[in-house]
Nanobody, 124 residues
Framework: QVQLVESGGGSVRAGGSLRLSCAAS???????MGWFRQAPGKEREGVAA????????YYADSVKGRFTISEDNAKNTLYLQMNSLKPEDSAMYYC??????????????????WGQGTQVTVSS
């Protein structure tokens, strides 16, 4: 069964931190795993991605220096550590799988799979 399940979202004040997790079924774990987000009334925005098995990482300019993507390849689990959160980071965050990381971070297209999302709300 192909499945991506996100967890770890919540409500925090600006400046706070959250750590998102994504548990992927074996067949969903692709060459590139990452996160995108979508706020109400806005288009999807790529956040971060990583080539699995210790590969390169990619970040949107809006989160560079604040967010860190990592993975536990043995557990097919993806993480997103989010520090120094801002109100504009509020959105539904989705875990995604793709063949190439630009598909997640730059274009948010040609995704193989994505999850149901976890809500992040940052108050000022």
């Amino acid at each position: 069964q192909v499945q991506l399940v996100e967890s770890g979202g919540g409500s925090v004040r600006a400046g706070g931190s959250l750590r998102l997790s994504c548990a992927a079924s074996r067949y969903a774990y692709s060459d590139c795993m990452g996160w995108f987000r979508q706020a109400p009334g806005k288009e999807r925005e790529g956040v971060a991605a990583i080539y699995t098995g210790g590969g390169s990482t990619y970040y949107a300019d809006s989160v560079k220096g604040r967010f860190t993507i990592s993975e536990d390849n043995a557990k097919n689990t993806l993480y997103l550590q989010m520090n120094s959160l801002k109100p504009e980071d509020s959105a539904m965050y989705y875990c995604a799988a793709a063949e190439g990381c630009p598909d997640i971070v730059v274009r948010v297209t040609r995704l193989n799979y994505w999850g149901q999302g976890t809500q992040v709300t940052v108050s000022s």
